[in-house]
């Protein structure tokens, strides 16, 4: 069954409305930190593409609908139907990896990280906004509501501990980037002690 995240027209809407805000400045963030090499993960309707450089970005999502309406949105950006836990990118190919609500609806959080920090250069960055877990009461509500949660919005997390996921990943968190409101997280990662490197056969260049 498709959820919101796989309608792309009323994720657009929803979207639209929620950056009229805070959210709409934390993604002028994400995008205008980007430097060199960009992977956009999980790109979906591509709310981030026109806001990189001209023919530095490469993005993925594993959804067709959700790249066809990011092709629309941005031409001129090399869209890959892939998953984030599978990447088809040689290791060190990126300078940054950004991650704009999505390692909250990857299948598998680790392996997806690891994949992330495989592609990145060493100095590169994972840049990232994402909703957490959050503490005591709401941290409950969100552990109750995640099953119909996750069918609704077809593969959202409402209740994933990002940073601690981040950080046995292996990534180290630039405190001076790091804003928390509510259980929104803006955040910029580095990999402890440089990227990981083991290409798998038959990975090319973005
Ligand atoms: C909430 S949307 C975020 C879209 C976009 N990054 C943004 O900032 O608007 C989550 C996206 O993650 C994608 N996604 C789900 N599972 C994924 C995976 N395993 N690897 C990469 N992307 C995935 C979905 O198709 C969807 O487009």
Redesign the pocket.
Known sequence: MRGL??IPWLYDLG?ALLERGRLGRWREWLAGGARGRTLD?????G??LPLLPRGAAVA????RP?LARARSRAPHVPLVLA???ALPFRDGAFDTVLS???LC???DVPL?LGEARRVLAPGGTLRAIEHVRGGHLIGAIQDRVQPAWTVITG??HPNRETERALREAGFELDASSLRARGVMRRLEARPRGGSLRSAPPGRHDP
């Open positions: 995240e796989q979207l993960l999980g790109t979906g309707t709310r981030n993925v999502d594993p959804h959700n998953r984030a836990e704009g609500l999505v609806s990857v299948r997806a593969g959202c």
